[in-house]
């Protein structure tokens, strides 16, 4: 079974940074895509940064020249280095992914979430 799991999150004040980590595990064979969305309350979820395997990198516009999404592929691993924290930053930070997992010659893609992080930032 391939799951995510995110860590990291915190209580910071403004202008403090951060770093969010997330793990993919299990039979992992390929991943196309590995990305962070945010959830703050009584918002709707958006995105922050995405990474594809090929390294094309996505940023939301809000976290554009402060956040930085970095992969780093022997460890499954993607990280999310905030800096400048800003209140509205406030949120649930939610790790996704399209990850592969082989069963015999069975290659099958699945769209997946993690259980999320907090980072609350103290004005």
């Known amino acids: 079974q391939v799951q995510l799991a995110e860590s990291g999150g915190g209580l910071v004040q403004t202008g403090e940074s951060l770093r969010l980590s997330c793990v993919a595990s299990g039979d992992i064979f390929d991943v196309k895509y590995m990305g962070w969305y945010r959830e703050a309350p009584g918002k709707q979820r958006e995105l922050v940064a995405t990474i594809t395997r090929a390294g094309e990198i996505e940023y939301g516009y809000s976290v554009k020249g402060r956040f930085t999404i970095s992969w780093d592929n022997a460890k499954n691993t993607i990280y999310l280095q905030m800096n400048s924290l800003k209140p509205e930053d406030t949120a649930v930070y939610y790790c996704?992914?399209?990850?592969?997992?082989?069963?015999?010659?069975?290659?099958?893609?699945?769209?997946?979430w993690g259980q999320g992080t907090l980072v609350t930032v103290s004005s």
């Open positions: 996704t992914g399209e990850l592969g997992s082989l069963t015999g010659d069975n290659l099958r893609y699945f769209d997946l």
